[in-house]
């Protein structure tokens, strides 16, 4: 048996108490003798013994009920079979603070709940154990061990946090952290409601140097509605123009939804409203059309009514009304269809048009253009394989037209730095386009309906690609004779688009044809790089800007519309653009700008995530299942809900206590020591 507070045991000096007036409280009589007292000698001396009796019995009672209140304060316990080893603890106690631990009991909110748990389990610990308190946030203060006063000020200070972590993440780092203690017994207990998608452990966790302790934490049944993800409809979002906006829904409740209500409001106005009805634990996709009124950046606002659980009912979106596509046309010097791409794109203000001629070609267009357009070059110079070759790997796209006369040796070399096939010599037989790729996507939405009669360019001339396989390359378009007509095919994170012809009306009628302007106002569309309309807060975010920072010296801000939210994100320049990393520093869901000095420089939202949404929990069944598949020996569970909070802490700490047993022993003895003074007669 050890004793968990062994200063107490001071406290058995008191057993000198009643010794001492045991000892001193005998009385002294003096002899009167009396004739004819032979009775009274024998009555006398059988009421001494019982009289010495009563008080020896008395006196155990008293110092066995000083003994045993002595032993209730000093706590002691028989060690269990997993407390082996001797010495104070590392403990390191993790609190889910997640949305979800916004949920409700009958004890009060879960993370109230937790609250109290830790509590009750440092009140167990001694004043020598060392303490960790981690959260989802993962923040500085939790890399180091608390007294218990610092660990239950720091308890009453956690809130509720859109951080979220997957339970193996937070098992490693306590256990990283508890490796750097000296302390040879260590202890990790996890706080949660167990969410299906974040209880996930992992072979890694376990280590037979620390006992895991799991403490589940269970809410009433909730009902849950939320806007799951939002995108368009449409690659390019332009003023004046009619856009749809695709929504989706979840309905995470056992019961239907019928007749759910959702707004859009675009800078503070609402412009569209639809219904919709999802039948329990399924999903729906909304769709809400809007016309865009505003040049430049446009923030979007989606709402929905749902209670209890509100923090998913809204959801931020921004986007950019003025997209522009930099398009450079290259001319070869004998091209004659010059003219027909400029007249394609320069009015148009969906473009920003250069054009060159093969003899002046200005490099420097080429970092700041999407896509490249090279119409019948007859040669190749080593400089300029070089640069298309950079320009599309770092994210350029580029359609080439084959010259009818071409210096074939050169043009194998560009085609070989671009990983292309070879050209064999043009073909001159007649050939009619026979079909059109449909899958791929760049025809996706320039046909009301797809005829089979539909009439397709009319080819005169063309290359045949030798070595073409299917591995590599697309075939967008085939010709009757079984060539291709059109390759796609992607290098580095660019686009390439090779033509079997040229574009001249010699070769082919595709100049003129109807196809010729979907097809490249299709490949100019799709060379504009996706830009995330919403990001996730609490995660280390990569927002890219297409922006050349000339002020090294300034640094870039992510302000908040509100102001109460203001950080200096790290930075980098990589392929002419500069990429910012939040570093889990933005936390709450709304409407930012990234700025510099007085500078304005882009308009982003950031959301929740949703993964918090989902109220589905693992049982205790469950755990323990993954736990026994996993071989996490020395993983527990502990269900405070079945068992009381006293049986807990004897699990938690692996010991058999016994200070309730020495209070019940303290008033046994007392009792027995008032009985035996009414009851034992003289």
Not at 26 to 49: A, G, I, M, P, W
Not at 164 to 181: C, E, G, M
Not at 409 to 427: G, H, I, V, Y
């Amino acid at each position: 048996m050890n004793f968990l507070f062994p200063t107490f045991l001071i406290g058995l000096i008191a057993i000198s108490i009643p010794i001492i007036i045991h000892l001193f409280n005998f009385r002294r009589y003096k002899k009167v003798y009396f004739t004819n007292v032979r009775f009274l000698k024998e009555l006398k001396q059988e009421s001494d013994h019982k009289s010495k009796l009563k008080e020896l019995l008395i006196l155990i009672c008293r110092i066995l009920a000083i003994t045993f209140l002595v032993f209730a304060f000093a706590q002691p316990y028989i060690p269990g079979k997993k407390s082996h080893n001797k010495g104070n603890k590392a403990v390191s106690i993790y609190i889910d603070n997640s949305f979800s631990m916004e949920s409700i009991n009958s004890k009060g909110t879960l993370l109230e709940n937790a609250k109290q748990y830790a509590n009750d389990i440092i009140l167990s610990l001694s004043n020598d154990d060392k303490i960790q308190l981690i959260t989802n946030d993962f923040e500085g203060k939790h890399q180091r061990f608390l007294s218990k006063e610092e660990f239950i000020e720091q308890l009453q200070n956690i809130k509720i946090s859109s951080a979220t972590k997957p339970l193996s993440a937070v098992i490693k780092r306590q256990s990283d952290f508890l490796q750097n203690s000296s302390l040879k017994q260590k202890r990790i207990f996890i706080l949660s409601d167990f969410q299906k998608k974040q209880a996930v452990f992992s072979k890694e966790n376990q280590d037979t140097s620390m006992q895991v302790s799991l403490i589940p934490i269970t809410a009433n049944e909730m009902n849950n509605v939320y806007i799951d993800s939002v995108w368009f409809e449409s690659p390019v979002q332009q003023s004046g123009t009619q856009q749809t906006l695709h929504v989706l829904i979840v309905n995470n409740s056992a019961k239907d939804i019928e007749n759910g209500n959702i707004k859009l409001h675009i800078n503070d106005a609402q412009v569209s409203l639809a219904s919709y009805n999802i039948s329990a634990g399924n999903k729906k996709e909304v769709n809400l059309s809007f016309t865009i009124k505003n040049n430049g950046i446009n923030n979007g606002e989606l709402i929905i009514e749902d209670y209890p659980i509100t923090y998913d009912d809204h959801f931020y979106f921004s986007f950019n009304a003025q997209s522009i596509i930099h398009t450079l046309v290259v001319n070869g010097k004998d091209s004659q269809t010059t003219q027909n791409f400029r007249a394609l794109m320069q009015q148009d203000s969906l473009f920003k048009y250069y054009e060159n001629s093969e003899n002046a070609i200005d490099y420097s267009l080429f970092k700041s253009c999407n896509l490249i357009i090279l119409n019948e070059l007859s040669t190749f110079s080593s400089g300029l394989i070089s640069e298309i070759q950079k320009f599309v790997t770092t994210g350029g796209s580029l359609i080439i037209f084959p010259a009818q006369k071409i210096n074939l040796e050169e043009f194998q070399l560009a085609l070989k730095s671009l990983q292309l096939p070879k050209l064999a010599p043009l073909d001159t037989n007649r050939v009619k386009t026979q079909s059109i790729n449909f899958e791929q996507g760049l025809f996706e939405g320039v046909f009301d309906k797809i005829d089979v009669n539909m009439d397709l360019p009319r080819i005169n001339a063309h290359y045949t690609f030798l070595n073409h396989t299917k591995n590599t390359t697309q075939n967008l378009m085939m010709l009757q004779n079984g060539d291709p007509l059109l390759l796609y095919q992607t290098l580095g994170s660019g686009k390439l688009y090779l033509f079997a012809i040229p574009s001249n009306t010699e070769s082919s009628n595709f100049i003129k044809h109807a196809l010729f302007v979907p097809s490249i106002l299709k490949m100019a569309i799709m060379s504009l790089k996706p830009t995330p309309i919403y990001y996730i807060t609490a995660t280390n975010t990569n927002i890219e800007l297409n922006y050349e920072n000339k002020n090294p010296e300034q640094p870039l801000h992510i302000v908040s519309n509100d102001k109460k939210i203001d950080i200096i994100p790290e930075h980098r320049v990589s392929n002419n653009a500069t990429i910012l990393y939040t570093q889990n520093q933005i936390n709450q869901a709304g409407f930012y700008t990234i700025s510099q000095h007085t500078n304005s420089i882009k308009n982003i939202a950031f959301n929740f995530n949703r993964i918090e949404s989902d109220m589905q929990f693992e049982t205790n069944e469950q755990l323990q299942k993954q736990i026994d598949e996993l071989g996490l020996n020395t993983f527990q569970i502990i269900s405070p809900g079945e068992k009381s909070l006293t049986k807990v802490l004897q699990e938690i700490n692996d010991d058999t206590k016994l200070w309730k047993l020495c209070l019940i022993l303290t008033l046994v003895f007392l009792l027995a020591e008032i009985l035996i003074i009414r009851l034992f007669k003289n």
